[in-house]
C-alpha cells in the first residue's frame, strides 16, 4: 500500500474514495475510525487515503485532474 494524499476531513476523504471507487480503484483509510472519534484532532492532521502501489500511478493521475477541477 501507498500513500496518495491526505484529506482534511472524512468528507472529503470519502469523495476522494468514491472517485477513485469509480475508477476501479479501492482505497484504504487508516485513519478512519479516529476521524469518526475525534473529529477536530484529524482535521489538524489529515485522513490518509492509502491505495496499492499497482493501482498508484493512475490514481495520481486521476487526484491529479481532480484537485485541477476542484481550484
Known amino acids: 500500500m501507498k500513500q496518495i ?3 482534511q476531513s ?4 470519502d469523495v476522494i474514495s468514491s472517485m477513485l471507487a469509480a ?17 477536530i484532532i484529524m482535521m489538524s492532521t489529515g485522513i490518509r487515503l492509502w491505495v ?5 500511478p493512475f490514481a495520481r493521475e486521476l487526484l491529479k ?5 476542484q481550484s
Not at 10 to 13: R, T
Not at 31 to 39: H, L
Not at 52 to 56: A, G, N, S
Open 10 to 13: 472524512l468528507v472529503e476523504a
Open 5 to 7: 494524499c491526505r484529506a
Open 65 to 69: 485532474e481532480y484537485e485541477e477541477q
Open 52 to 56: 496499492t502501489e499497482d493501482d498508484y
Open 23 to 39: 475508477h476501479g480503484i479501492r482505497t484504504f483509510l487508516p485513519d478512519e475510525k479516529m476521524a469518526c472519534s475525534y473529529p
